[in-house]
């Protein structure tokens, strides 16, 4: 859909994930997103939402009394299909099926039109189960009656121009649905990584243009960042040239900081790197 | 609020059973991201001043039941909250000295979307699981 909308900012409650439950409630990262003038909202299901997979009406009462207060808007429901739920095999069809249809309705319960679903992976290279598309077809009619999409995160080492892709592509067109699409994960247009670990091995990324083709397929991205410096840029990855893109194709979809570098559980650590990195987008986005 | 280091010092007691103390329990929280299935967890081995206690020795408490860690593997409709801590009730008849104990938890769970080799490395990524504690 063409439109002059741009780009909006959120934020992935995995940002916080080294002070939640120690020195941070699920609250006090809500009110942290909304001083930092973000609106959409990343939560992890199976994380976030005390009593998972069935939260109790008091809970799912205080979750609404929270967007409404920090004025939030619930943007992605992160979840999982663990194919490797129980030792020795891979779930069947019908039960990643069951459990993407619980996912489904919870997401929907909560307010999400969509979700990050997360596939299981049968190797080094990040194959998706072989089964995914029996279970996401299954799963179409539910999506639509529940009003989300289901999107599958494109994360390095993945790189845009691959068969992975190339087959969730695929298989969109062929359903002709959009009820499932991809989450693009900006750590696939680094350009100058970190290294996190000792002993990481290169990986390989992706040209910023090659996100170009897929956003029509692109229902939310996720802001993936590394280090911010003092002066607002990101050190590893070319945010300039990828907000440009998105607006230039009039890409308006949500953009959810995802802090993974060092220091995540360093008291305030995480919340300064995503004030740092709403500075960086704000400017990007030609917002006030 | 639950203690920042995995291994929580609240929860470490001897226990008993008709008089006797058969035991001790320690808690400890995960420092995945996320909860995890009980059948996505590989039992967990205890190790207190360097003695291990694994298997049938160890029983897994969640959310107020008790699991025996060959019953695990089972569970794949229960969930471990991410907030709550797990309390690992040890057999060791006559249970640990008062004082201070240096205790180390190893424990893994599958995940999913990474390479399957990494099921069993889980436990290096989030470890070590140890602490020193203080027996009242």
Not at chain 1, 212 to 231: E, G, Q, R, T, W
Not at chain 2, 94 to 121: F, N, R, T
Request: net charge negative.
């Amino acid at each position: 859909m063409v439109n002059t909308e741009k780009p909006k900012r959120g934020v992935s409650l995995y940002s916080y994930s080294g002070e939640y439950g120690v020195t941070m409630t699920l609250e006090d990262m809500l009110a942290d997103i909304h001083d930092m003038g973000a609106e959409g909202l990343e939560i992890l299901a199976n994380g976030h939402i005390e009593g998972y997979p069935e939260p109790s009406d008091e809970w799912l009462e205080n979750w609404h009394r929270m967007l409404k207060k920090y004025q939030i808007k619930p943007v992605e429901y992160g979840h999982w299909v663990d194919s490797r739920r129980y030792p020795g095999r891979e779930l069947s069809t019908q039960e990643s099926y069951d459990s993407l249809l619980r996912d489904i309705k919870l997401a929907h319960k909560l307010g999400f039109p969509i979700m990050r679903t997360k596939l299981g992976v049968i190797d080094d290279t990040l194959t998706p189960v072989s089964n995914w598309r029996e279970f996401i077809h299954m799963a179409l009619p539910a999506a639509e009656q529940y009003d989300v999409r289901m999107c599958p995160e494109i994360h390095n080492p993945t790189v845009l121009k691959s068969k992975m892709v190339d087959d969730y592509v695929e298989f969109i067109e062929k359903e002709k649905t959009t009820r499932f699409g991809l989450n693009i994960d900006f750590g696939v247009f680094q350009t100058n990584p970190m290294q996190l670990w000792e002993g990481m091995p290169p990986m390989e990324f992706s040209p910023v243009e090659d996100i170009i083709p897929l956003l029509p397929y692109v229902h939310v991205c996720h802001a993936k960042f590394y280090n911010m410096s003092d002066d607002f840029i990101e050190t590893t990855t070319p945010y300039d040239k990828i907000i440009a893109t998105l607006i230039a194709h009039q890409w308006d979809g949500y953009l959810l900081s995802e802090y993974e570098g060092p220091n995540k559980e360093v008291p305030g650590y995480a919340s300064g790197q995503l004030r740092r990195q709403h500075i960086l987008m704000k400017r990007l986005l030609g917002e006030a | 609020m639950l203690e920042k280091e995995s291994i929580q010092s609240r929860g470490f007691r001897n226990v008993s059973q008709g008089g006797k103390v058969t035991g001790f329990q320690v808690a400890f929280r995960s420092l995945y991201y996320r909860g995890v299935w009980l059948s996505q967890l590989r039992p967990a081995t205890v190790i207190v001043d360097g003695e291990s206690f694994s298997g049938e020795q160890v029983t897994w408490t969640i959310s107020g039941k008790t699991y025996a860690q060959t019953e695990l593997a089972q569970h794949g409709e229960v969930n471990w909250p991410l907030l709550e801590p797990a309390v690992l009730t040890v057999r060791k008849p006559g249970g640990l000295a008062q004082g201070i104990h240096d205790v180390e938890i190893k424990y893994s769970y599958s995940c999913s979307y990474m390479p399957p080799v990494m099921d069993e490395l889980m436990v290096q990524l989030n470890g070590p699981n140890k602490r020193q504690l203080v027996l009242v």
